[in-house]
């Protein structure tokens, strides 16, 4: 086989998969993986998880496609399913989280046109990420993700995650032209950035008294990754706009723009739309994910495992004057280096029978199935400690 048709846009490792059950996978010479990245935080209920084998085929067996001209059975439930598990009112899909924030950034535009505001403004966070078409890279930062895509539509404006004090200061300075605040939780591609106590609170609260929409992009901490369905569950707040993707397909293309209140009213027919978006067979299998994690009681167990992991990661890297910080929450952990990863941490991992993801260089990412049990946390651990001190 050889990838010189391929656009040279990914630089994968020399593995490749030919088959996966559950928490495993297995390379083409039949060796088996701790799966620890989940496609990542895409494989949230597992590999070939028998009942969405079984959704897929039936469902193929059945429709696969017949256009947003008629109305999807499986969309409306899933809908209905989705407002009822986020306490969100309404919900638009697509196939890929970058689609579900440019529906909730264009969200944001009718929201101003509304209100007549003629320049609007989003604030978005320092290092965050939320796609790869014109507007969600314009939302995203670094130059890792934006270098030669200039001029990219501006209107955004970005002060650090985290930082309270900046965002007063940009609502003293451009307080009228803004609409909306675009976030994640959770930073994931900028190596699992969590967010000091309370800020996301006082975001809320900062939204309420302006009136701007606040829009969380849950594409990677949704779907049960944090040991809650949504991050913001976790916060006792609830976004006017959230958007998902990853996770609720398990694998099959799919993403999903939530809105609530004013938000969850502003498209009319023709304002917005997706050729493929909410096919029955997608939405089939968000359901069916959603009923696996109910059933299997995954969120309580993304919450258990992922507190194990991250104390057990703390106690066996505790001496290693390698390690920067450990922080996550869930099954969403970082393990961030002081000096960047070598790909011999890949490959010491790999050699243990571990799948582990780098991000920004530095960052260990573990994101590994909701299913995993306590025997392989330790897997984990044993994997990463070893990874570390390759590194
Ligand atoms: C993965 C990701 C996206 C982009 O999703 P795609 O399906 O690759 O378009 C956007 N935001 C966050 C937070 C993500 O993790």
């Known amino acids: 086989m050889t990838a010189a048709c391929l656009m040279s846009t990914y630089q994968p490792l020399a593995l490749s998969f030919s088959k996966g059950l559950g928490t495993r ?12 990245v989940a ?34 059975d499986w969309q409306q439930q899933l809908a209905q399913k989705l407002v009822r598990l986020s306490g969100m009112d309404r919900a638009f899909f697509n196939n890929s989280g970058a689609e579900a924030n440019e529906t909730a950034l264009k969200l944001a535009r009718l929201y101003s046109w509304h209100k007549g505001i003629e320049q609007p403004l989003v604030v978005v966070m320092e290092n965050a ?11 995203s930062d670094g130059p890792a993700v934006r270098l030669g895509f200039n001029e990219l539509p501006g209107d955004f404006i970005k002060v650090p ?39 996301l609170k006082a975001v809320r609260e900062l939204c309420n008294r302006r009136a701007w929409l606040l829009m969380l992009d849950e594409i990677q901490t949704g779907i049960g990754r944090t040991g809650q369905w949504f991050a913001f569950q976790h916060e006792g ?23 609530r209140g004013k938000a969850a009213d502003l498209f009319t027919p023709g304002s917005h739309g997706s050729t493929f978006g909410g096919n029955p067979l997608a939405c089939r299998v968000g359901c069916t994910v959603l009923e696996i994690i109910e059933e299997q009681d995954l969120l309580e167990n993304a919450k258990l495992q992922g507190e194990r992991l991250l104390a057990r990661l703390r106690i066996e890297l505790a001496d290693e004057p390698n390690v920067l910080a450990i922080r996550g ?12 990863i070598r790909d011999l941490t890949l490959i010491a991992a790999r050699d243990h029978g571990l799948l582990i993801n780098v991000t920004r260089g530095k960052t260990i990412r573990l994101l590994p199935p909701l299913t995993i049990d306590e025997r392989e946390v330790e897997m984990i651990v044993r994997g990463v400690c070893r990874a570390v001190s390759a590194a």
């Open 237 to 259: 707040i609830i976004p006017d706009v959230m958007t998902l993707a990853k996770g609720l397909g398990n694998g099959i293309p799919i993403g999903a723009c939530l809105a």
């Open 25 to 36: 996978l297995w390379d083409q010479a039949g060796r088996e993986y701790l799966d620890a």
């Open 129 to 139: 990420f939320h796609g790869r078409t014109l507007g969600t890279l314009s939302a």
């Open 329 to 340: 929450q869930g099954l969403m952990i970082g393990i961030e280096l002081k000096q960047p």
């Open 161 to 199: 995650f985290g930082d309270l004090a900046a965002l007063e200061a940009v609502q003293h300075a451009h307080g009228p032209r803004i609409v909306a605040i675009l976030m994640e939780p959770i930073q994931g591609e900028s190596g699992v950035q969590v967010a000091p106590p309370g800020y």
């Open 39 to 72: 496609g990542v935080a895409v494989t949230n209920v597992g590999h070939s998880h028998p009942r969405i084998v079984s959704a897929i085929s039936e469902q193929a067996g059945l429709l696969l496609h017949t256009s947003n001209l008629y109305s999807i």
